[in-house]
């Protein structure tokens, strides 16, 4: 049995997880998005795949790597990334805002949810320029709306049945379907609903993806940047450099080859697996529950008062 010492060493350790983990990620706990008009079931809804795998808090952050990655490997992305995105000056802001937008648009009470893709879109409005190549390119041409928006769930998906537990085929198509809604919101025309539509949408995309000089200057950002400021240097960089390949092991091996994930170091590889595993247990224990979920829950649970008739 553990004894009272035992049992606040540990709550202080949950509470040292969950403050680090919201300083890098943000709290998600809003009641303006997560709250709201009882009964609302937001864009989504309780019973919705969407609902199981984005409270998986662990999953969906651990999928955040290899879904940036696998974005920026369009080449007009990544040209309006380095041309706009403030993710030099504050890589963790841009972190928060994308979990953010994710969370808020499956769990946020429809109003909010409308509003957040609402606000991001007028922010995209303003991304375009021309890439280094020539080609011009602007944030919300449908195509890399699709883009950008399909990796996030094919990610998650993935993901999660790695560190969770397998989906069905028709579990995949229903998530895809029901994220589709989101996408098609945010600007893209054709997004893929099902896993057949996933596999054919990768493969049309495939050749127009690729490294360029911007891709690498992201990439060698990604390996550099400083990730815990207290550890050392040296210690700093060893555990970066092992966080970004095992992000990176949720990427396909296509993608994997195509930005040099492919051959990690004896040493990192044999430590990938268990330092996810590592990662994934230490946030579901710290988190249990995340916030949003239960407001989210409660909200859509909740009955709307009958108008009294006078
Ligand atoms: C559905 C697809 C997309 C989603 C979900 C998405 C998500 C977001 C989010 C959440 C923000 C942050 C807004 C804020 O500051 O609160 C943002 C900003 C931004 N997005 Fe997107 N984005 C998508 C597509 C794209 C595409 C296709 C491009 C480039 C061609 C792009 C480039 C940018 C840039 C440059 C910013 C500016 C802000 C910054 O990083 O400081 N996004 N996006």
């Known amino acids: 049995m553990n004894t009272a010492h035992e049992e606040d060493a ?33 864009l989504i809804g ?25 974005e920026i490997l369009h080449p007009s992305v990544i040209a309006g990334v ?34 957040t893709i609402e606000r991001v879109k007028h922010i995209h409005s303003f991304v375009t320029g021309v890439r280094p190549d020539g080609v011009g390119y602007r944030a919300l041409d449908p195509e890399l709306i699709a883009w950008v928006h399909t990796c996030i769930p094919w990610m998650i998906m993935h993901t999660f049945e790695r560190t969770n537990r397998p989906l069905t085929e028709r579990e995949k198509d229903r998530y895809l ?24 949408f990768v493969a049309a995309m495939r050749p127009k993806l690729g490294v360029t000089a911007q891709t690498r200057e992201f990439i060698d950002f990604l390996l550099t940047a400083p990730f815990l400021p207290t550890l050392p240097a040296a210690a700093d960089r060893a555990l970066h450099v092992l966080a970004v390949y095992a992000g990176m092991s949720y990427a396909p091996r296509w993608a994997r080859e ?53």
């Open 46 to 70: 309780p019973n919705s795949v969407s609902w199981e795998l984005h409270a998986d808090l662990a999953a969906v952050s651990q999928a955040g790597l290899a879904t940036i990655v696998l």
């Open 82 to 115: 380095q041309d706009m995105s403030s993710y030099r000056q504050d890589p963790f802001g841009r972190a928060r805002a994308t979990l953010g937008y994710v969370l808020a648009t499956t769990f946020g009470n429809t109003a909010a949810a409308t509003a």
């Open 258 to 310: 195509l930005t040099g994930f492919d051959r990690p170091s004896v040493m990192t590889r044999s430590l990938i697996g268990p330092f996810l595993r590592l990662n994934v247990q230490t946030l579901r224990w710290a988190f249990d529950k995340p916030a949003y979920v239960d407001l989210a829950r409660q909200r859509a649970a909740a009955i709307c008062e009958p108008v009294a008739v006078p």
């Open 177 to 200: 379907a029901e994220q589709a809604v989101i996408g098609r919101m945010g600007g893209a025309e054709h997004v893929p609903a099902s896993v057949a539509e996933l596999n054919d």
């Open 10 to 42: 540990m709550e202080a350790l949950r509470r040292r997880i969950v403050a680090d983990f919201e300083t890098a990620n943000g709290r998600h706990d809003d009641p303006q998005i997560y709250g709201g008009p009882p009964g609302d079931p937001g």
